[in-house]
């Protein structure tokens, strides 16, 4: 039995420096903290690619603040005010008839964007 392992390591010399207690121990805690520890490499990435995607998140949403802040200074002004209010929730004067035209190429947008969600 002893012969075989001596003429294994006589064929490939690498064997003996695996076969060592140190490089044993050294697989043995690498593969430990790279795959089942609870702060293993794989989960540190899953963690990471959370982070990097809640700071995108976070970019945007600055962003949309930065676009309302500059909404809420124009509608400061009366107006805006007005002009705000007549465009988006079609209000009028009392003596005013509104009329609202849509276009076919709008309501056909409108209905791709509707199947889409």
Same mark, same amino acid.
């Given at each position: 039995?002893?012969?075989?392992?001596?003429?294994?390591?006589?064929?490939?010399?690498?064997?003996?420096?695996?076969?060592?207690?140190?490089?044993?121990?050294?697989?043995?805690?690498?593969?430990?903290?790279?795959?089942?520890?609870?702060?293993?490499?794989?989960?540190?990435?899953?963690?990471?690619?959370? *982070?990097? @995607?809640? +700071?995108?998140? $976070?970019?945007?949403?600055?962003? =949309?603040? &930065? !676009?309302?802040?500059?909404?809420?200074?124009?509608?400061?002004?009366?107006?805006?005010?007005?002009?705000?209010?007549?465009?988006?929730?079609?209000?009028?004067?009392?003596?005013?008839?509104?009329? *609202?035209? @849509?276009? +076919?190429?709008? $309501?056909?947008?409108?209905?791709? =964007?509707? &199947? !889409?969600?």
């Amino acid at each position: 039995m002893k012969n075989w392992y001596e003429n294994l390591l006589l064929q490939y010399p690498f064997l003996k420096f695996l076969g060592s207690k140190y490089t044993l121990v050294f697989l043995f805690f690498t593969v430990w903290m790279l795959f089942l520890d609870n702060q293993s490499y794989l989960d540190q990435r899953i963690l990471n690619k959370q *982070i990097d @995607e809640l +700071e995108d998140n $976070k970019t945007y949403y600055k962003e =949309e603040i &930065a !676009k309302d802040e500059q909404s809420i200074k124009k509608l400061k002004n009366p107006g805006q005010t007005e002009r705000y209010a007549r465009e988006k929730y079609y209000m009028k004067r009392d003596s005013e008839d509104i009329y *609202i035209i @849509e276009f +076919e190429k709008d $309501k056909i947008k409108d209905s791709i =964007e509707k &199947a !889409k969600r």
